[in-house]
């Protein structure tokens, strides 16, 4: 093999080990010996691909919100173009896909790093969660097929939808009835985002 091959082929393990680690550990328990003995290469062999462990979460985010951005904007579409009317299920497609990109709660994962990088890489990551999360979920809760409250803002809109999701990324918080299946779940959550706990009198 090629040393061009060789070098691409470790940099797609790194990425992969340390997407895995990230995503499911989170920032702080990660660390780049691990996802180095993941890989089974040494950590300065590692340095050679990325600086450094905030280097590799911030490619791993790129990598990640990339392919959530492109799922959420597939749905977008389909309410877009009138194929996907009903708020809930649209919601429930979009919240489908960032689960399965994230097997722990999405907000948790990038903003619990914060406090932890450089204040250079916490531009970057801010910038990476505007446009691969923020931006598409804005745009759905801009579309006629939500209608927001008084001066409620898509904004603010899809700030609040992301910190409600965290129930459906543990088994401490059940959502609807024990035999519930996910997208139940899902549905059950959403229905307490999008229309509140009671009924006004």
């Given amino acids: 093999m090629k040393r061009k091959e060789q070098l ?3 940099h797609t393990a790194i990425l992969a080990a340390a997407r895995q680690q990230f995503l499911t550990q989170g920032y702080q ?3 780049t010996r691990e996802i180095a003995n993941q890989v089974g290469i040494t950590q300065p062999a590692l340095y050679h691909h990325f600086n450094d462990k905030e280097a590799i979460f911030l490619a791993v985010v790129d990598e990640v919100g990339h392919e959530a951005q492109l799922g959420m904007n597939r749905v977008i579409s389909e309410v877009a173009d009138g194929s996907l009317t009903d708020p809930v299920e649209a919601l429930a ?3 489908e896909v960032l689960m399965a990109v994230h097997p722990r709660d999405v907000f948790t994962v990038i903003h619990g790093s914060f406090r932890f990088l450089q204040p250079s890489n916490k531009g970057k990551l801010g910038q990476l969660f505007a446009q691969d999360y923020l931006a598409p979920l804005e745009h759905f809760f801009s579309l006629d097929i939500v209608t927001l409250q008084g001066d409620l803002t898509p904004q603010e809109a899809a700030s609040f939808y992301l910190t409600s999701l965290s129930p459906l990324f543990n088994d401490f918080h059940h959502v609807g009835p024990a035999d519930a299946s996910k997208h139940q779940q899902v549905v059950t959550l959403l229905r307490l985002i ?4 009671a009924v006004k009198k």
Avoid: D, H, Y
């Fill in 8 to 10: 691409t082929q470790t």
């Fill in 29 to 31: 328990a990660t660390s």
């Fill in 93 to 95: 497609k979009v919240t």
């Fill in 194 to 197: 999008l229309f509140g706990i």
